[in-house]
C-alpha cells in the first residue's frame, strides 16, 4: 500500500488538494480531522487521553488499509507539537516494514495567503482553526514545528497553485 502523506500548515489546502487527488486516481481519502473531531469528543485537544486514542485510530486505519490490501490511502495531516516524532518516526517504519511505503508531500503557502484562507466557510464548518490571532499565537511559539517529517519527495507552494494542478503534480510523482 501506498500511503500519501500531505502534510503542511492549517490552509495550506490539505484537504480541498487531498479530494481533488482522491477523485483524480481513485484512493480513498483519510482526512485528519475525521479523527481529531472523534477523539474531541471524549478528551480534550492535547491531553494523554486525547493523544493516545488518536494515535490508536491513526494506526488502526493504516493498518486496516494495509491488511485490506488497498493500492494506496491519502491522509491529511498538520504537524504540530501534540503528535509525538517518535509516532511518526515508528508509522513511517512499521509501513516500510510492511512493503508498504509512505510518501510525504509538503503543501506550503505564504502566511498571508493562510491567513486569509483561515475564514473561509467551509474551514467553519468543517471544526477547523479559524481564528487569525490564534494560529499567529500557535506558529510564534513553535506548535508547528514539530514533529518533522522525515523523507518529503515533493514541495508545493499552494499560494497560486490550484488544487487541480497540485493534484496533477502529486499524481505525476506517483505513476
Given at each position: 500500500m501506498k500511503l500519501v502523506f500531505l502534510y503542511g500548515p492549517p490552509a495550506a489546502g490539505k484537504l480541498t488538494i487531498a479530494r481533488e487527488l482522491a477523485a483524480l486516481i481513485g484512493?480513498?481519502?483519510?482526512?485528519?480531522?475525521?479523527?481529531?473531531?472523534?477523539?474531541?469528543?471524549?478528551?480534550?485537544?492535547?491531553?494523554?487521553?486525547?493523544?493516545?486514542?488518536?494515535?490508536?485510530?491513526?494506526?488502526?486505519?493504516?493498518?486496516?488499509?494495509?491488511?485490506?490490501?488497498l493500492p494506496g490511502l491519502i491522509f491529511t495531516f498538520n504537524p504540530e507539537n501534540s503528535v509525538p516524532q517518535r509516532f511518526i518516526d515508528d508509522l513511517f517504519v512499521e509501513v516500510a516494514a510492511g512493503g508498504g511505503e509512505v510518501i510525504p508531500i509538503e503543501l506550503t503557502a505564504s502566511e498571508a495567503e493562510i491567513e486569509r484562507r483561515l475564514g473561509s466557510e467551509t474551514r467553519h464548518a468543517e471544526g477547523k482553526l479559524v481564528d487569525v490571532a490564534l494560529y499567529r499565537e500557535l506558529r510564534s511559539a513553535g506548535v508547528f514545528s514539530s514533529p518533522v517529517i522525515p523523507g518529503t519527495q515533493l514541495r508545493l507552494d499552494t499560494t497560486s497553485l490550484t488544487p487541480v494542478e497540485a493534484a496533477a503534480r502529486i499524481h505525476h510523482l506517483l505513476y
Open positions: 484512493w480513498r481519502l483519510f482526512h485528519n480531522h475525521l479523527t481529531v473531531n472523534l477523539v474531541l469528543a471524549l478528551y480534550d485537544f492535547g491531553t494523554p487521553g486525547f493523544v493516545g486514542l488518536r494515535e490508536q485510530i491513526w494506526l488502526t486505519v493504516f493498518r486496516r488499509a494495509h491488511a485490506d490490501r
